[in-house]
């Protein structure tokens, strides 16, 4: 699957980036299909070749969020915003269920309560005495 990403470039601090697409599979820093333009971030400066992201996009080439959000910010193309970043999951603490309160009876003083079983006892056999098994004499 091809995609359409932004590749560094520039010294440590001087970020300058181009955009490239490549298959998705590859590095970003490695070799690329074609060129289609450059980013500055210090700059804000945008340079790409419009009729060949049209071009490579019916192809069905994947944009990733960031070249996506800076197309669509400069008007090249039309779409949505994507999320390029994962916000973190917190995990909620575990709330531990209440019970109802108990409703005050006003109407009616006298609570019925079922009457407690009583265990019904079942016959114990009485263990009876094993008789050893005589042995034949010889």
């Known amino acids: 699957m091809l995609t359409m990403r932004l590749q560094r470039i520039g010294k440590k601090g001087q ?26 971030p210090h700059k804000k400066d945008l340079k790409v070749k419009k009729e060949r992201i049209e071009h490579w996009m019916s192809k069905g080439v994947q944009l990733s969020p960031t070249v996506n959000n800076l ?6 193309i039309v779409a949505t915003k994507k999320l390029s970043w994962k ?17 005050e009876e006003t109407k009616d003083e006298s ?23 005589e042995t034949p004499a010889e």
Do not use: C, M, W
Not at 92 to 103: M, N
Not at 118 to 124: I, S
């Open 87 to 103: 916000p973190k999951v917190v995990a909620k603490p575990a709330v531990a269920p209440t019970a109802p309160k108990a409703k």
């Open 15 to 40: 970020a300058y980036f181009r955009i490239i697409v490549t298959e998705h599979t590859k590095k970003p820093q490695g070799e690329y299909l074609e060129l289609l333009g450059s980013y500055d």
């Open 111 to 133: 609570v019925v309560e079922p009457e407690p079983e009583t265990p019904v006892e079942a016959p114990v056999e009485e263990p009876k005495e094993e008789v050893p098994a």
């Open 71 to 76: 197309l669509v910010n400069n008007k090249i």
